[in-house]
């Protein structure tokens, strides 16, 4: 997903899907030397279609879902157009009915189902010559560092023919400047490609049809990416941090036996065990920088476990003392990676600490109403909008959580009378 030129393979990996890299700050950096607003970050082959509460908590795009495009966060609208290199060819919308069982079809949040869908540009009604006419994507990123991920569900309708999905793409400025590319082939199962992006930014993707039945994509989704937070212990526990692999376990209340097996699971246990006696020795005074120096490792690893996941959260729970950034920070890593339950407690710390201002507790508070909603979980969705949601000086929020109750209600069958309040209708896109 670099120019070949810059990639440089550390080993063979037995998943065809990654392979690992070195890069330096030249791989960021276009032929000019200016520094790119792109930036490859990982591809995701286990979410599949249940994007809710991992991507998209800025703004979504679900191309073609309901006949129309499905869009929506707390971003939109952004700006948006859809085209082919052939101003006579306008590109397809398509929804494929059959395939409501598949694990790549994109959740639904209309209709709380999948659905398989998308863009393409009508390419099975060309010639096969790898000329197109492909499809063409403007998207306007907001001023802000984001998580651009790009979703292609899986293969299903052309897989046994000669034009299987193997296409290209490419993230540019719209006219000579190609800031990534990378390919889309054998996809037996769906994919995200993440980058990072600085914005503001008019980004144009391309999907080249080569010889493949037609070039489309499934949905897109920006998230924010907050960055890590600076060292509580300054600059030079930041060198520590390097010095000392990124990884810092501290007592914090915790068995260190349970640290251990925390340890086990990652990538550098072997030699971050060897440092824990030492580490573990005072853990009121490195508590701050502790939790911040598991926090940068966790964000580091892409390929956290979910094992991971809950021990850094458990730990952070069990602290007597918390910094707002870290706990923050690790929410929203654990409802972006389906960690409802370990991500329970810190959220209730946030809602209940007073740390928060009114419109960050609110926001906080819209998020986890938005997972028990994904989830079906009525009465906890109830619970979050009694307490936190009604307000009265937001009647298009009181009128869309009103909404989004009153639909889950009526999926979920009878419930008893809740508290709320009649007459706002939400926007209902």
Not at 207 to 221: C, E, H, P, Q, Y
Not at 277 to 291: I, K, M, N
Not at 351 to 369: K, M, N
Request: proline residues 7%; aromatic residues 10%.
């Amino acid at each position: 997903l670099l120019p070949e030129d810059r990639l440089r393979p550390l080993k063979d990996s037995l998943d065809p899907g990654s392979i690992e890299i070195a890069t330096d700050d030249s791989t960021h950096r276009l032929p000019g030397g200016d520094l790119s607003p792109v930036v490859y970050l990982a591809d995701d082959w286990e979410t599949q279609g249940d994007w809710p509460g991992r991507y998209g908590t800025y703004a979504y795009i679900l191309c073609g879902m309901r006949q129309y495009n499905l869009v929506g966060g707390v971003g939109w609208p952004l700006s948006l157009r859809v085209r082919t290199s052939d101003p006579k060819v306008q590109p397809a919308r398509w929804i494929w009915p059959g395939r409501r069982d598949d694990p790549s079809s994109l959740w639904n949040p209309w209709d709380r189902g999948r659905t398989a869908c998308g863009w393409d540009d009508r390419g099975e009604t060309h010639p096969f010559d790898g000329k197109g006419p492909d499809l063409f994507v403007d998207l306007g990123v907001p001023r802000g560092l984001y998580r651009l991920s790009l979703y292609w569900p899986a293969d299903r309708y052309w897989w046994d023919t000669p034009h299987r999905v193997a296409y290209r793409f490419r993230l540019g400025d719209g006219k000579d400047t190609v800031y990534c590319g990378g390919r889309v082939a054998e996809m037996d199962r769906g994919v995200y490609k993440q980058f990072a992006v600085r914005g503001p930014v008019m980004l144009t993707l391309r999907v080249l049809k080569d010889r493949s039945s037609a070039a489309g994509i499934g949905a897109m989704f920006l998230d924010k990416l907050a960055g890590l937070a600076p060292s509580p212990a300054g600059a030079a526990s930041e060198d520590m941090l390097a010095k000392r692999l990124g990884l810092s376990p501290s007592a914090s209340g915790t068995d260190p036996s349970d640290w251990k097996s925390w340890l086990a699971v990652t990538a550098r246990a072997r030699e971050a065990a060897a440092q824990a006696e030492t580490l573990l020795a005072d853990p009121a005074a490195h508590l701050g920088f502790d939790q911040w120096c598991r926090l940068a490792e966790l964000l580091r690893d892409f390929g956290a476990t979910p094992t991971v996941e809950r021990c850094y959260a458990k730990a952070l729970e069990a602290a007597a003392a918390k910094d707002l950034a870290a706990v923050e920070q690790a929410a929203d890593h654990l409802l972006r990676a389906d960690q409802i339950r370990s991500a329970q407690p810190l959220l209730s710390w946030l809602l209940d600490s007073g740390a928060l201002d009114p419109d960050q507790r609110r926001e906080w508070a819209r998020r986890l109403f938005d997972v028990h909603c994904y989830l079906g979980d009525i009465h906890e969705a109830r619970a979050v909008a009694d307490r936190w949601l009604w307000a009265p000086d937001d009647p298009a929020l009181t009128g869309s959580v009103s909404q989004r109750l009153r639909l889950l209600e009526s999926r979920s069958g009878p419930k008893p009378e809740s508290a709320v309040p009649g007459g706002e209708e939400g926007d209902k896109t």
